[in-house]
């Protein structure tokens, strides 16, 4: 049985969680990668195994999710209110919607969650420590897996060019740079695609140094849609056979 939740820093933290039934799984990795893809695809198999699935994701918190909407339309965000405002969004997602739903016997995806945070928040340049204790009240879930790439297998799914890569579609293709994933924010680059190089880049080692810090189960995200979904659904399948809801 792995039914044991706790908080990254239980002082911190005043909510029972002696009986959460349910699983909660995070599925992490950078701008692009196919993540909101494969959930749906999990959501989708859970299901028709018979599990009851609920999904969330950064910046769907009712408290603040029109906040940071309109916020980063004016492209002027501060770190550190960048930061705060997505913790608000996971501790009252975490309140109001995690918890509950793993103490009714969920399974509950999340699509990205603090480490995403913590990794934009470390590229920006913010101290690792108080960015580590801002996010400190959260809960660890029972398994995160971190999809990872490298670089250059990144470029041909943010950027929509049908000749940069072969089985274009298969490969799940984004529709072009985002203000916020190229960095524009910071300026790390002469131009647009410069900044998104030196941002991703850095944003992939934070996550790479996290997965052993945090130990994320990797898996290799670099082949496409079928071959990611197979690794995922393994590793799930084997926390699910030792799950008691």
């Not at 009714?104 to 920006?124: E, N, Q, W």
């Not at 996010?135 to 929509?160: C, D, E, H, Q």
């Not at 072969?166 to 960095?183: F, I, R, T």
Request: with cysteine; hydrophobic share 40%.
């Amino acid at each position: 049985m792995l039914n044991k939740y706790e908080f990254f820093r239980k002082d911190l933290h005043y909510l029972d969680i002696s009986d959460l039934k349910g699983l909660f799984i995070v599925i992490e990795g950078t701008d692009g990668v196919g993540r909101s893809t494969q959930i749906e695809n999990i959501k989708n198999w859970l299901e028709f195994e018979g599990y009851a699935v609920y999904t969330t994701g950064l910046g769907k918190s009712a408290v603040v999710k029109d906040a940071i909407t309109e916020a980063k339309k004016g492209h002027n965000l501060n770190n550190y209110t960048f930061s705060m405002l997505y913790a608000a969004d996971i501790a009252d997602r975490m309140e109001n919607d995690i918890i509950p739903y793993l103490k009714s016997g969920y399974v509950v995806l999340a699509d990205r969650y603090i480490f995403t945070c913590m990794a934009r928040a470390l590229v920006r340049g913010m101290d690792s420590e108080w960015v580590k204790k801002l996010y400190s009240f959260a809960l660890k879930p029972a398994l995160t897996i971190y999809m990872r790439v490298n670089f250059n297998n990144l470029i041909p799914r943010v950027i929509n060019a049908d000749n940069l890569v072969e089985n274009y579609w298969e490969l799940g293709l984004g529709s072009g740079l985002d203000y916020w994933e190229a960095g524009m924010d910071i300026k790390m680059g002469k131009d647009f695609y410069e900044s998104f190089e030196r941002y991703q880049r850095k944003i992939i080692k934070e996550f790479n140094a996290m997965a052993d810090e945090y130990s994320f189960v990797t898996i290799d995200a670099r082949k496409g849609l079928k071959s990611t979904y197979k690794q995922l659904k393994n590793e799930i399948s084997k926390v699910l056979e030792r799950w008691e809801f």
